[in-house]
């Protein structure tokens, strides 16, 4: 239990690291929408191993089928099932895993819980298990576009203490894209990759901070007091493998602030509409979008599988040693980035629905 | 819609500051729990108004009244209503902020979503709304303590840049509860309450940071790949006002280290039990409880009404100064620290009763 | 758990038949619709005990008091929170009931499932929990009526074998409020009325159906393939004591037609909408209203509870007998009828709000 | 929106009769239950087009493949997706229908609340949908049995106005599937098989009733007030397609009794356990079961695909006529029984879940 997120715009998600394939099905999607199995490709592109030689070298095509809910090129209403088979499976690279516990990984945890465990390739814990979510946010973000032309765009801000210099209220997905760390500050990627790239050799890992910008989201969004916009972003984020810290607009540092300092004071535009001078709240105030933009934080620890020698369990319980064979992956952050932009935006198209009507939205 | 939290132990708050009163329905309470409305009293007065000579001076005694759901002292499994009247309403104090939108709080979005607004004192996204959860978390923290022996203890880490040091092992709440300000490092508590007073005396405010922690939490509790642990706590900790950031563990501080330093290393105890050498991940791996301490930690901005005069608009969309008068709490820190518990506490509780089943666990 | 119903409208009931009172709270009530404690009493009084002589004579008013979600006469979009106190409560007519279990109620299966049970009148297996739902249900009405004229109309259709004839497409609430018994068949009326009269005097209870129509429903509302209408308010009307059936349309003597004497030819009305000639759907097609009238059937039990001795058994375990005392409601159908039009009220308008979105809609 | 089904054992379907393929995923299977895709088979064999000349002649195999969940033969607590692919896909046969609306069938009202139809086949609305729900079925059939040794049979009561004589205590499944029927009166048998045949080859089609029986279901189970148990099955079954109609226990006969009559008196039995003289309750009492066995019926209108020709009008609102070609299902009775019985198994399932918890329950 547990794999279902959002309340009318609603996404289930399957699968595990090695065995049938991974997937989502999507309830919820308002009918008449265009979409392709080739537009959710591209974000799931995004999302693959092996895209570039800074991420695990795990060979998937990740390619994406839509079974259903989709009829001459639109959507039915109806649930939207996608399906990524598993290809590039290689259990003999974890059989050492059946036995031993991955500090810091959930091999410990599943088993503790279920009393069984596919050890394949971290089977559910696997960061595979995204795939659903990005499929699913690919429709998502369409929605948002479509409806509002809100547009969300996340990057890596930070690789352990390299930070880029991004201004939110104008980065590109272009920009973004440009560089294959997704740190659309030139001078900071290029240190970041060759910081990945030489972790990545001694078998070592690194963590990071993934930012990501809501554009154009329409005031009035979020359901207080406990489906409060920043509360169910939140759950959404911090449920993302390896996620250890979130924070919107100000965040940790604005407590070291005064009210007066902190508060956001208001204008009214050139159109006549009520604005905030600064945007401290990162575009929320009491758990309901105010119209500016949403902007929010998500720490990742270092990846937890590394090729260094650590001191572990077994199952049955005697201590031992592991150093992890065969792929790994030195940072999650640049394949995070469309994991947390999935995120964000099945929260807001989930809140739209709630806002707008399921039906009468497109 | 919005006003429930939990899946099998299920929370539905209602009420606004002024009004006639605020309260909560717990419904998946397990039978046979003896429980009383003295025992949420307590809870209660650890959140009230006028508690010490640092927090808002709104007179309010908070007292509860159990309307259904206990019989002869003991839960029957059915709803539990707790009601807390309203006493201390002043509208008189609120009147210009029926005009006048103050900066960083509610009052503008939730006009712009509901077209209506409760101005009086805030309404529904008053700090008021919190006794509903810091009720039900007293039932919860029971249940918890009983089927397991789970402590939850919150207290106040760092106020703006004064930060307390504290022993998350070993903390009590008789620690906690020594000083007003709920800060258990007695020198910096000192500081702490100094410092808001005179922030009070400005009309100005403070934010910073509660920790929190769980104890005796069994593994295995969490429900993934979206109701992990730490993703449902993290919604509920960021529903609370003026929350800005989480983190779990190592949190964001966890980014800047590498995977090698940043791992739990496991070993066997002498009781023959998995645990961990360190806790970066903060009790749990995987979305799952592992047996550790559960250490979380919640970012609170400073309080958005203060009594220094500010930029603002009116509801019709004229630019104007606010200066807010009457009541104003100067930090919310010793107050929250109760609400952090409670979120905390509920959801622990509602992953136990998914674990466990809801009339079999006590 | 289990005392939520509804998706977008959701509504918590709480409260036993003795003890501080019963009542509910309504989450997703659209914003500014007018509301009052009257209008809710209007309703509450067509379920008050003790209404007619053929109701039980437990003593109560009912007066509820709206607690919190309404200022200045208009909803805030906020929860509304009502509560009914207890005024009549008489635990000595029950202590017999402390230890013998009354067949046919609910007293076996509460100690079975809670190991505890408020023995009072009932606890929470009362009637009196219906006082809830029908509160709830008279907001529910309203938003209705204000967004698209529906109405909802049950009555008495047969009490035993007494069956009145009721034209559904033209009935009214004055017709159906004319009489104590709710059947709008006059003549069939007043043999009702001394059929409960006669069976109440000699200790013993009626049973019968309710019908209830649903007009000016648009077209569209229901979500195939679990939510679909008819499974949700055959949900809703289940739920609600002593109900043992419900049909749709043509319902279970629909089982007796062919396809080709049962289907609902279409045609084109004048004004160029889509009709059926035929109503054997119920208004319902596919779950999906047609926009012909909802027209559905409850079956009740006669009531459990009677003053006739019947066999049983003690707490402990031991065979004995049981005359009910004090108040008996011989026949509960002429209260039934605003129960089930609660049900389906909540479910047409939690329906309508998924379907429109709950800001956007009046 | 709406095709999640269940609360701690969660179902979601996906599918349209025409497209990839349908299927489900299963959230919530307790871990370590062994589950192969041959026990799963067997079911949707039961519910298979074509599996008898009295049947739909669609040609499908229906050959599922279990993507996830398992492994090594045992389910991992992680989420259960099965896919059956669409094979026999004919959309020439439905290209009439693309315009013209089948009378009593969900055509019409997709439209009117989606604006698009998979016309192929019924789309969404095919009966073809139920897979999913009889392959969740067949796990939920499967832990019943390990965790209680509850059995769930259905079979056919009644074809129109032919009627069995079967006694639900002692049914087996063997002498339900001794006929292609499923009526397990032999005779009774004969002249529903004969009575299917002619009205087939008349193009027309009929109608009945499904009886369902649970036994061995343990005391306790249903949350009262709204998520009793025969309110739940009431849901389940009443989504089915075609079924028009729901009763428990005595159900819409037992209104014609009086209080005294239709009680069921309670003993003590042999072993000392509460029972009751009679069943009339239907093994539900407030909501919650009772230990006697579970008996419910519901009623299935006459398929609304026939082809026989009827007036009807097209998508353009144009009236015209409409004779279905192709393969036409004269009586969806057979078939029906393991989509009851896959119903039924869902909600005792769930509720086994609620009150043990997931993962200690096997």
Chains 1, 2, 3, 4 share one sequence.
Not at 205 to 225: D, F
Request: net charge neutral; hydrophobic share 35%.
């Amino acid at each position: 239990m547990g794999n279902t997120f959002g309340h009318l715009f609603r996404v289930t998600t399957f699968g595990e690291s090695h065995g049938g394939g991974v997937g989502v099905t999507v309830d919820g999607c308002p009918p008449q929408l265009e979409i392709s199995a080739e537009e959710i490709q591209v974000e799931l592109d995004r999302r693959r191993p092996g895209q570039s030689k800074i991420t695990t070298p795990r060979k998937e095509s990740d390619t994406c089928e839509i079974l259903s809910g989709v009829f001459q090129g639109k959507t039915l209403g109806t649930p939207i099932s996608i399906l990524v088979r598993n290809k590039d499976t290689r259990p003999q690279d974890y059989s050492e895993m059946a036995q031993k516990y991955r500090p810091s990984h959930a091999d410990a945890t599943y088993d503790a819980k279920y009393g069984i465990r596919n050890w394949q390739g971290g089977g559910r814990s696997s960061a595979r298990e995204t795939i659903g979510r990005v499929a699913a946010g690919a429709i998502a973000k369409k929605i948002l576009r479509q409806v509002a032309n809100i547009e969300v765009i996340g990057y890596v801000k930070r690789i352990k203490d390299l930070e880029g210099v991004v201004d939110s209220n104008s980065i590109t997905l272009e920009q973004v894209e440009s560089n294959i760390v997704r740190c659309p500050d030139p001078e900071c990627a290029k240190r970041m990759i060759e910081l990945i790239e030489k972790t990545g050799r001694d078998g070592n890992s690194l963590g990071g901070i993934v930012e990501c910008v809501a554009r154009n989201v329409p005031k009035g969004l979020g359901e207080p007091v406990f489906d409060k916009l920043e509360a169910d972003i939140a759950k959404g984020v911090m449920s993302l493998p390896a996620s250890k810290g979130f924070e919107i607009g100000s965040g940790f540092a604005g407590t070291l602030l005064t009210g007066i300092e902190h508060n956001d004071e208001f204008y009214i535009d050139e159109s006549g509409n009520i604005r905030t001078v600064t945007n401290r709240s990162g575009g929320i105030q009491g758990g309901i979008s105010n119209g500016e933009n949403i902007i929010l934080r998500v720490a990742f620890k270092p990846t937890a599988t590394i090729r260094k020698e650590q001191k572990t369990v077994t199952k049955e319980g005697e201590e031992t040693l592991l150093a992890a064979k065969g792929r790994h992956d030195p940072c999650v952050l640049p394949r995070a980035v469309p994991m947390v932009e999935a995120m964000v935006a099945l929260v807001l198209c989930d809140h739209l629905l709630r806002h707008y009507g399921q039906c009468k939205i497109l």
